[in-house]
């Protein structure tokens, strides 16, 4: 399995950041697996955002939850994370990560960095 992250590196304060996961050598719906956006600020650990399930329900970390969004295409074995009104904490290196069902990840993307400045 392999996931791949991508989008603009560079977001301006108050817009909304936009990122695709594709996935490849596996399906984003097979049982029971959880496709989720992790981040790491600079300097800082890692932080949980959310996750959208194989069923396609959705959760998110309750400080990012109101602007936060995570969907799928599953025509394409995509899942994209928008995060709205950024400001520069937002500035961090986005992993798309797999869970099976469990508490540790089996599959990392390579991370793709992303700034918010003006």
């Known amino acids: 399995v392999q996931l791949q992250e991508s989008g603009p590196g560079l977001v301006k304060p108050s817009q909304t950041l936009s990122l695709t996961c594709t996935v490849s050598?596996?399906?984003?719906?097979?049982?029971?697996?959880?496709w989720t956006w992790i981040r790491q600020p600079p300097g800082k650990g890692l932080e949980w955002i959310g996750y959208?399930?194989?069923?396609?329900?959705?959760y998110y970390s309750p400080s990012l939850k109101s602007r936060t969004s995570i969907s799928r295409d599953t025509s394409k074995n995509q899942f994209t994370l928008q995060l709205s009104s950024v400001t520069p904490e937002d500035t961090a290196v986005y992993y798309c990560?797999?869970?099976?069902?469990?508490?540790?990840?089996?599959?990392w993307g390579q991370g793709t960095q992303v700034i918010v400045s003006s």
């Open positions: 990560v797999r869970y099976p069902f469990g508490p540790a990840p089996d599959y």
């Open positions: 050598g596996g399906s984003i719906t097979t049982n029971y697996y959880y």
């Open positions: 959208i399930a194989y069923s396609g329900s959705t």
